[in-house]
């Protein structure tokens, strides 16, 4: 079922006020190399049960130098949609030395790097890492969001210890708190018990 209802979705800012936001598909800076349409804000939005858990996630880290960054949260059917479009488009390539320097851009849906549905259009699905802020740096995770790509499966081959050890912190503090991870992308956690489950949201991101 697709639907515009957002009374389900909260601000996650106004839930978790020290969350870092680098809000990568209202930006160019994505694998399309555009702003994605549905995104008129730089603003994460996720179910209100969703944003509590993350939360308790937030609280976990308060007494530490770290912090949530997130990519990417709710993300509506249009945006999805538009990456369609662009997969099957000619061209379009700007971003492919970055983001999928290996691959064809119409393979990225067969391979399991983007979908036509995503989980994300339900509303309690995040994309996110761990920022230090004695360093000013994200942790290395061993590959940079949205890399299309093995190294951005959760335990490839080659990964530092380091790297290892800061993938494995962010997936058991997100599992602590209700989150399952996908282990084609170690950044992307969904919320175990997610209030939408076969809903997929049309609304654009934007201040509720």
């Known amino acids: 079922m697709n639907t515009q209802d957002t009374r389900g979705f909260v601000d996650v800012h106004r839930i978790c006020p020290d969350v870092l936001l680098d809000?990568?598909?209202?930006?160019?800076?994505?694998?399309?190399?555009?702003?994605?349409?549905?995104?008129?804000?730089?603003?994460?939005?996720?179910?209100?049960?969703?944003?509590?858990?993350?939360?308790?996630?937030?609280?976990?880290?308060?007494?530490?130098?770290?912090?949530?960054?997130?990519?990417?949260?709710?993300?509506?059917?249009?945006?999805?949609?538009?990456?369609?479009?662009?997969?099957?488009?000619?061209?379009?390539e700007t971003m492919k030395s970055y983001f999928y320097p290996?691959?064809?851009?119409?393979?990225?849906?067969?391979?399991?790097?983007?979908?036509?549905?995503?989980g994300h259009s339900r509303g309690s699905t995040v994309d996110l890492t761990l920022f230090d802020l004695t360093s000013g740096r994200d942790l290395d995770m061993g590959s940079p969001f949205d890399f299309f790509g093995d190294i951005s499966h959760y335990a490839p081959p080659g990964l530092a210890s380091e790297q290892?050890?800061?993938?494995?912190?962010?997936?058991?503090?997100?599992?602590?708190?209700?989150?399952?991870?996908?282990?084609?992308?170690?950044w992307h956690f969904t919320l175990n018990n997610e209030p939408y489950p076969k809903t997929y949201f049309t609304f654009p991101v934007a201040p509720l």
């Open 164 to 186: 290892q050890q800061n993938r494995r912190f962010l997936r058991e503090l997100m599992q602590r708190h209700g989150f399952r991870p996908y282990d084609g992308e170690w």
């Open 102 to 118: 290996d691959l064809a851009k119409d393979t990225l849906f067969d391979l399991g790097f983007v979908a036509k549905r995503s």
């Open 23 to 92: 809000m990568r598909y209202y930006s160019s800076l994505n694998f399309t190399g555009k702003p994605v349409p549905g995104y008129d804000a730089p603003i994460a939005l996720l179910t209100r049960e969703a944003a509590e858990a993350l939360k308790g996630v937030c609280k976990e880290l308060e007494p530490s130098p770290l912090r949530i960054k997130i990519y990417d949260a709710y993300r509506p059917q249009c945006a999805v949609d538009s990456f369609v479009a662009w997969a099957d488009a000619p061209g379009q």
